[in-house]
């Protein structure tokens, strides 16, 4: 995925000449791993001659968003403390920066659900 955001467009023997060679990975296992993300429908494909061209369906930050929902929502199972203390520690590590991008994010959010009726 990150070699596709980056680059746009793809296919199989190209992505593996790209990343997979130098890390040992057949093209055999690019192209499953392919298959799997557009039947995830986080890829799309066209048929070009005898091979699919791949791309993403979705941005980065919409994955990492979609993932992060996935995982929050299994660990939390109606337990949304420990998850949020764990986040918010993790983001304070990450740096002050964050921290108060986070501060932020909470204000803002706060102040959209007050103006809903």
């Given at each position: 995925m990150e070699h596709l955001w980056r680059g746009g467009d793809g296919e199989a023997k190209a992505?593996?000449?790209a990343i997979g060679a130098r890390r040992g990975i057949t093209v055999n296992t690019v192209q499953s791993t392919l298959k799997r993300l557009f039947e995830k429908n986080l890829l799309e494909r066209d048929k070009v001659s005898h091979a699919h061209v791949y791309r993403p369906t979705v941005t980065r930050e919409q994955f990492q968003h979609r993932a992060l929902g996935e995982l929050v929502?299994?660990?939390?199972?109606?337990e949304a403390d420990a998850m949020v203390?764990?986040?918010?520690?993790?983001?304070e590590r990450a740096g002050p920066e964050h921290l108060a991008r986070l501060e932020a994010l909470v204000a803002e959010r706060r102040a959209r659900a007050?103006?809903?009726p």
């Open positions: 992505i593996h000449s929502g299994e660990l939390m199972q109606g203390s764990a986040f918010v520690e993790l983001t007050k103006e809903r």
